[in-house]
């Protein structure tokens, strides 16, 4: 359930919601009422494909998602009139009425509220079902950045829905490409039940994955959907493989300083905690060069004393050449974090500076206004 003013926010939100599911917008004919099903009625399944048309490449896939036909309701703007069809298995409505949100006979797994900019799961869970993966958070903080670097709102030159690479068309065809994947992966988990955990499955989760599988629109979407699928379209995560243990500590890490908003609850001081920081995140880079230089070291000595023994110690060499990498690893995550920290001390630092030189122009113009008044 989505809460929150204005209405023409609450609906517009919902909507591109709705968008990011390749094809389901354009088919909401079943959405207005539980009751309804004609998507799914005579439906039959796509036996023949071709790359290069996009609706057969859709139809082949089995979408739109059948999220909104038998027992499944979606309102973008409910009124409590319609409080009763929240009796439904699966609905997604949008209220400025708080009574929806304290109804105990059809409450929502999760509020969106507008107003606090805040997400509460009320089953617990489903939070865990839905937690991202270190794959997700790489892909999500791949979009994010896209959309930032290129988002140049002061361009009169870009239209107003162009203003960052690809515009909305760029968004949906990244979720295109996620939702793909994980719907090759979940088939070919239900079409071969000990697969084993493959990459891919726990790249979108394997919880997750598993309980997708068991909800009725992934049962109704496999029965329309042809085995050949999972050869066809490929079973991958957009970042499967692409992340580490230490990438995925410097995207929270980055994540976390962007939520702190910290440009706007520091003031003067933020310079010098960007300061701080990145002298720490210096401190830590020698400390990982030190032990990349005594671990070749050790290695080298080994070496030497493999050579005049005559024996081999095949167990010591991977473990020297394992912390190796995970200490590439944890510079390189480091350097990252480094980094971004730099640019933002730049940036605050840039930001006081301008505050500084303009509280210096105004008091220079209040002493002479004040000096002419003496005169």
Known sequence: MVYGYPVEHLCTLQYSLVSLIPALLPHLQDAAAPELNTLSKDRVKAESLRMSDRDSLLAYMGLPLPLFSHDAFFQPYCPLQQIDN????????????????????????????????????LDPTLQNLVSLTPADRKWMDDVINVVQSTWNSADPAQPVQMQYKGSDDYLRARFEEYVFGLLSTAKYCELHPSAGEALSLLSFGSDFVEAFRHTSVFQTWHQ????????????????????????????????????LNLEENLGPTRERIGAAWQAGSASLMRAAHTWRQDLGRMTA???????????????????????????????????????????????????FTKSSDKNDDTMAVEDKESSQKHT
């Open 86 to 121: 929240l009796r439904c298995k699966t609905w997604l409505i949008g209220t400025t009425n708080q009574i929806f949100k304290h109804q105990k006979t059809s409450q929502p797994d999760v509020i969106v509220d507008l107003y606090k900019m805040q997400l509460s799961f």
């Open 301 to 351: 000595s080994y070496s030497r004393n493999d050579a005049e023994s005559g024996e081999s110690t095949p167990k010591l060499s991977n473990a020297l050449s394992a912390w190796q990498a995970t200490s590439s690893q944890g510079a390189a995550a480091l350097s990252q974090f480094g980094s971004y920290l730099s640019t933002k001390q730049r940036e605050w630092y840039g930001s």
């Open 224 to 259: 329309f959907t042809d085995e050949t699928l999972c050869e066809l379209i490929p079973g991958q995560h957009p970042c499967s493989g692409k992340t580490t243990v230490l990438s995925d500590v410097a995207i929270r890490l980055q994540a976390g300083i962007n939520d």
